[in-house]
């Protein structure tokens, strides 16, 4: 299970949550708020910046499975320059989260579940008509890992800003 390390490190914090849940928002206002608040610089990594999303095409396990290992690349460069990082995932098995286990094990990981209601998802999905219909509700369902998460954050509930409050909190 992804854990805290050397706290001398930069950190890690791995927004992990279904498609549509809020996390690309989310990872942007608590960059600000970082930065704001504790004068830290931390860059946002998406695996929406690794796939080619459309509304025809069906993203499958393995798609992720292939661009996980850029995106922790790109996080691990990130990284060793001393910055801290926003991952902004879907995990949906358990081989992609034992890649980011693998590849993030010397560093110190906040592995945080950012969700909200299913029908809310589905309602953000059909709103932003960026993506495959049936996309949230595959990740929602198949998110991996169930449990195990530093905190769950519902986007539904609290504001972008509430959320990323309590996120430095833990």
Known sequence: MLHDKDVRKPLVILLNGPSSSGKSTLAKTLQE????KR???YEIISID???KMTTEDVIYEDDVFEVSSKL???ALEVLKAGQGVIIDHVIT???????LEEMF??????????????EILKQREKERKNR??????????YLFPKEGYKLTIDTHRMTMEKCSLKILQV
């Open 33 to 36: 708020i970082i930065e704001e």
């Open 39 to 41: 004068n830290e610089r």
């Open 49 to 51: 910046d690794f796939l």
């Open 72 to 74: 922790c690349e790109k």
């Open 93 to 99: 098995s358990e081989r992609i989260f034992n890649q």
């Open 105 to 118: 094990c010397s560093h110190r990981i906040h592995l945080i579940h950012v969700t909200c209601p299913l």
């Open 132 to 141: 495959c219909l049936g996309s949230v509700e595959a990740s929602y369902e």
